[in-house]
């Protein structure tokens, strides 16, 4: 089942009401502040302030260094090589440097891997090759900080490397000249420790400026913003800042290569939001699905018709990547459904000829699917790639940690992570990171409610209100709001079936809402229905008369008991991965009746969703009691499950239920014995 547990907002009303006085704010926006843990006015006023607050370049540790040895090459007609990443914020991060580079007059190239043939990072071979090419200083960005081997080859060939990055060290700092991650004292208060790569390059050209960086970043904010955008980092602080004053550069079209891409996207007026849905897949696709190279060909174009043309390249791109991914997660579903993969506490899923620059994406929407961390790999005879996404509370940088014998290498962040791994070891590598994850507590999704509201509230007044928390992206997600206990009253296709419209009621409050990428046919609800929504709220033009359009992000059956299912489940996760105790498998041990009941409703109809069939039997059987009594039907040739859903079979005679192997093994364990 794709649980996710809803958190709705503890507030003290009466702060609220005083510190939306004291900051001039509208009381909705501070009451979401407030859910959001804002309390302190100089939060509050510092959260919402225009103007930009930077803190300074050289409290970053090994800046000083970095100045001085780029300065000496500048002076010195020294040869450079940016060294980037194929991604978008390795992408703008090399753009932003070289492009600063060459207006000081340097002697200046770049470099950024392909992604299948180099893989990532900074290499040896790469080295060797700048060296030969009379390279004498190597600054990287976006990546370098675990490159200790390469440092090392680096100095004895007498090639000088400052390492700018930001991703997290794996052991010791490497022996460059200078190195610059704000992960590395990110526990000292004064310093903002969660740049991406490009914003960690920025605070690099604004030392070399000796300028401050609220100057600076009216030149460079639309390149950083949309790296920033891109690497889902925090959008609090300078980050916010950053994106904020990047859409308005971005919307002036200052830059020929951003304003090509703008146009290729058909995107009329950019945000954050769309600009990471639009913009940011475009850059990355030339990394994913060719060479970096194109793209930052695009970021540094002064030509506009050259520009429209690489522009042109990577839209072209983006398509072939949309349709490789499409492939490759159907195909992961396939093998996960077929060996049972999801009842895994870490899926891990691999397939041979998986393009590996759509498998990231891939193990998003597997997260999305199946509520659980989910790793993609690419298979080879030579080695294989995989990329990893998790949810908040496991971390997937710690488990890889504790899995690393298995791998090759690895790296990144708590929700998401790549590896390498030789193809005879994904078996071992699948039961360590999953013996890992038995002895961490069960981790659910979360839809985070910042605030209940009534549906006559859902208005276009409070939408405009809302403009106060842009821009919008991890750390600062749009608002989202909880409608409780309304009753679908009709279920209405959208756009040829492909989304739906559902009109609602509660308290004598007729309202509707749309659900996005979800026909009627897969909604596992009916008309009657007692729901509660997760929605966002923004502000329609149509005619040039606006209405607010309320849109749904999660819904549930009100009637469902959390406390409950969370047991369920966590005791069903425990007897997948072999360590369920005695109370766990009596907690979803389904009785005679309990089975029973599930054949009768299956015996109504032909074939069901399965999410509708568990939707309907919320507050009459628990989710583990149904999952195994399913499975016990299933086992004994009663009913079976495809697609996502669930039929009842033809069958002669009498069966006895309790022979079925999951019922045997659930005995064994409550009587003391796990074999």
Same mark, same amino acid.
């Given at each position: ?12 009303? %009466? ?22 843990? @804002? ?72 470099? $950024? ?24 200083? &190597? ?104 994106? +904020?004053?990047?859409?308005? @550069? ?32 475009? &850059? ?29 390249? *990577?839209?072209? *791109?983006? +398509?072939?990547? %949309? ?22 506490? $870490? ?55 504790? +899995? ?110 749309? @659900? ?41 059956? +009100? ?95 009498? $069966? ?20």
């Amino acid at each position: 089942m794709n649980f996710k547990k809803w958190v709705f907002p503890e507030v003290d009303k %009466q702060m609220v009401t005083d510190l939306a006085e004291d900051c001039g704010l509208d009381p909705l926006v501070m009451f979401i502040a407030a859910a959001r843990g @804002m309390s302190d006015p100089y939060e509050v006023e510092q959260f919402f302030q225009k103007e930009p607050d930077f803190c300074d370049p050289y409290e970053y540790s090994g800046m000083r260094e970095a100045v001085e040895r780029i300065n000496i090459a500048l002076e010195e007609n020294e040869k450079i090589l940016v060294f980037g990443d194929y991604d978008c914020d390795g992408v703008t991060a090399t753009a932003l440097l070289t492009s600063y580079l060459k207006k000081r007059g340097a002697d200046v190239d770049y470099f $950024v891997p392909d992604r299948e043939n180099d893989g990532y990072g900074i290499s040896i071979p790469a080295i060797e090759k700048a060296e030969a090419d009379g390279v004498t200083l &190597i600054v990287t960005v976006d990546n370098g900080i675990n490159a200790v081997a390469e440092v090392e080859r680096a100095n004895e060939l007498g090639v000088d490397i400052v390492v700018t990055d930001h991703h997290l060290l794996q052991g010791e700092v490497p022996n460059a000249v200078a190195v610059v991650d704000p992960h590395i004292e990110e526990d000292c208060d004064w310093i903002f420790s969660d740049l991406c790569g490009v914003g960690v390059a920025f605070k690099l050209v604004c030392a070399l400026e000796d300028r401050p960086c609220e100057e600076v970043i009216y030149e460079y904010a639309d390149l950083v913003a949309l790296g920033t955008i891109a690497d889902i980092v925090p959008l609090v602080s300078e980050n916010r800042a950053i994106v +904020s004053i990047g859409m308005t @550069m971005i919307n002036r079209r200052l830059n020929p290569g951003i304003r090509a891409l703008v146009e290729v996207s058909n995107a009329k007026y950019v945000t954050s939001q769309n600009a990471a849905f639009t913009l940011c897949p475009r &850059i990355n696709a030339a990394g994913r699905m060719a060479n970096a190279d194109v793209a930052v060909k695009l970021l540094l174009s002064d030509n506009y018709d050259e520009a429209l043309y690489y522009a042109g390249c *990577l839209d072209r *791109l983006n +398509s072939e990547r %949309q349709s490789k991914e499409q492939e490759v997660f159907e195909a992961a579903c396939n093998i996960i459904e077929q060996n049972g993969y999801k009842n895994h506490r $870490v899926i891990v899923v691999g397939g041979y000829g998986w393009h590996v620059g759509v498998i990231g994406i891939a193990a998003s929407k597997l997260v999305e699917k199946y509520s659980k961390p989910c790793i993609v790999i690419s298979l080879s005879d030579d080695r294989s790639v995989g990329s990893g996404r998790s949810i908040v509370g496991f971390s997937l940088f710690d488990a890889l940690s504790a +899995s690393s014998h298995t791998l090759v290498k690895f790296g990144g962040h708590e929700l998401a992570a790549g590896l390498t791994v030789k193809e005879d070891d994904v078996e071992l590598f699948r039961n360590t990171i999953n013996n890992y994850a038995s002895k961490c507590e069960v981790a659910f999704s979360k839809v985070r409610i910042d605030c209940r509201i009534k549906p006559h509230a859902l208005t276009v007044d409070v939408a405009k209100s809302l403009k106060a928390f842009e821009p919008y992206g991890a750390g600062n997600p749009v608002p989202v709001f909880g409608v409780v206990q309304s009753q679908i009253t009709a279920i209405q296709p959208l756009a040829n079936g492909k989304h739906l419209r559902l009109r609602l009621r509660r308290e004598q409050c007729d309202y509707q809402a749309v @659900m996005f990428g979800v026909s009627p046919e897969k909604l596992p609800f009916k008309v009657g229905d007692v729901v509660d929504l997760a929605v966002t709220l923004d502000v329609n033009v149509y005619n040039n008369t606006e209405s607010a359009s309320v849109i749904i992000r999660a819904i549930r059956k +009100s009637d469902v008991n959390e406390t409950e299912m969370t047991a369920q489940l966590s005791a069903l996760e425990k007897f997948y991965c072999g360590c369920a105790d005695a109370s766990d498998a009596e907690c979803i041990y389904p009785s005679r009746d309990d089975t029973a009941k599930v054949f009768r409703y299956l015996r109504l109809s032909n074939e069901i969703m399965l999410s509708l069939l568990e939707n309907d039997f919320i507050g009459m059987l628990p989710i583990g009691k149904l999952t195994v009594a399913l499975t016990a039907l299933c086992e004994l040739g009663l009913a079976k499950t495809s697609d996502d859903k669930v039929s009842l079979l033809p069958f002669d005679g009498k $069966v006895d239920l309790g022979s079925a192997p999951v019922l045997v093994k659930l005995k064994r364990i409550i009587g003391g014995d796990r074999g």
